[in-house]
């Protein structure tokens, strides 16, 4: 078997987005690992927060560094603990936070990361799936704790997250609305939203009021006119503005990085707390047991979600990367092994 590999990786945090394809070891596996040989990886925004440093108060990591933070693959060697898993299995993951490195020919991972593939997508688009399916899980039943009956909007919400955050509220019972493009209307309807504002035409801050819940999608720009939307006691997440004080803590961080979250988030909390309404900010996880409820899920309501249709290798890393940071993608740029 050959020993070397191709992997995508960086040697230093910088503002200019680019990494270099090396020949590196194909990684060992530990006893509660498996070596997946990836077919599929996604490239996210989140690949820029890691090249450029911002994300190096939640996740500091050493150099070189492998990118890339969600696959699809086969599993080719097992760890002696794993017992659920075997060799020939395609699996999908969202990498843990300290070991990333989906960009890469071969990777060992924890197996309490992965799970099973759904049955009805390809490796392309499984691996478009696990970090937003998490993200929605994790942000509708831990951040939001939302419970039936209540009301969730989501602006922005026609696009991949939307698609994936959509049937999971409404299996939890939840009241969905989300605004979007005209285009994505009847698959968001079909996939479970109860109403549905087409941006362009509609102005959410003029026709939504006392809403339970808002998972942000659209950043900073949209913070005061998501607030004023929501009732008193209700609850504000952002997949975008950035933590505040509640993210260090909950995260139990060391109490100089809770200091730096608290002043970096100062302004959205006081803002929110203005409104009697609790900001939340979300750094999604690793959680394999969670990907199974999520593959049910994406199973259950054939969800696919889009791909860019430009077709990417290793080799042309620097273009995808560029597309993600830059360009108008159709969807999750993949780079295909």
């Known amino acids: 078997m050959k020993?070397?590999?191709?992997?995508?990786?960086?040697?230093?945090?910088?503002?200019?987005?680019?990494?270099?394809?090396?020949?590196?070891?194909?990684?060992?596996?530990?006893?509660?690992?498996?070596?997946?040989?990836?077919?599929?990886?996604?490239?996210?925004?989140?690949?820029?927060?890691?090249?450029?440093?911002?994300?190096?108060?939640?996740?500091?990591?050493?150099?070189?560094?492998?990118?890339?933070?969600?696959l699809a693959g086969i599993i080719e060697k097992v760890g002696k603990n794993v017992t659920d898993f075997r060799v020939g299995d395609?699996?999908?993951?969202?990498?843990?936070?300290?070991?990333?490195?989906?960009?890469?020919?071969?990777?060992?991972?924890?197996?309490?990361?992965?799970a099973p593939m759904p049955k009805n997508l390809s490796y392309m688009e499984a691996a478009a799936s696990a970090l937003v399916g998490l993200t929605a899980y994790q942000g509708l039943h831990e951040e939001l704790e939302a419970q039936p009956g209540k009301s969730v909007f989501i602006p922005g919400g026609s696009g991949s997250f939307g698609q994936m955050?959509?049937?999971?509220?409404?299996?939890?019972?939840?009241?969905?609305?989300?605004?979007?493009?005209?285009?994505?209307?009847?698959?968001?309807?079909?996939?479970?939203?109860?109403?549905?504002?087409?941006?362009?035409?509609?102005?959410?801050?003029?026709?939504?009021?006392?809403?339970?819940?808002?998972?942000?999608?659209?950043?900073?720009?949209?913070?005061?006119?998501?607030?004023?939307?929501?009732?008193?006691?209700?609850?504000l997440l952002s997949l975008r503005t950035g933590p505040n004080k509640r993210f260090g803590k909950g995260r139990n961080f060391p109490w100089w990085k809770q200091k730096l979250f608290s002043l970096a988030g100062a302004k959205f909390d006081h803002k929110a707390k203005k409104q009697d309404v609790e900001y939340h900010f979300i750094f999604v996880r690793s959680d394999g047991a969670q990907l199974r409820k999520i593959t049910k899920i994406i199973e259950k309501n054939n969800i696919i979600p889009p791909i860019h249709p430009t077709l990417f290798t290793i080799d042309n890393i620097n273009e995808a990367l560029e597309l993600v940071a830059n360009g108008r993608p159709k969807g999750k740029v993949i780079i295909n092994f």
């Open 165 to 235: 955050a959509v049937p999971i509220a409404k299996a939890m019972g939840l009241n969905v609305i989300v605004s979007g493009n005209s285009a994505a209307r009847e698959r968001t309807l079909e996939i479970g939203a109860d109403q549905y504002l087409d941006y362009t035409t509609e102005h959410y801050v003029d026709l939504l009021s006392n809403v339970d819940f808002v998972i942000d999608t659209l950043g900073p720009k949209e913070f005061d006119n998501e607030l004023s939307i929501i009732k008193p006691g209700g609850r």
């Open 90 to 114: 395609a699996i999908y993951t969202r990498l843990p936070l300290e070991k990333i490195g989906a960009l890469a020919q071969y990777v060992a991972i924890d197996a309490a990361a992965i």
């Open 3 to 70: 020993t070397l590999m191709k992997a995508a990786q960086i040697t230093k945090y910088s503002k200019n987005i680019h990494a270099q394809v090396n020949d590196i070891p194909i990684p060992k596996v530990d006893d509660n690992e498996v070596l997946v040989k990836v077919k599929a990886a996604a490239i996210n925004p989140l690949e820029m927060l890691i090249v450029t440093g911002s994300v190096k108060l939640i996740q500091d990591y050493e150099f070189p560094l492998t990118l890339g933070n969600e």
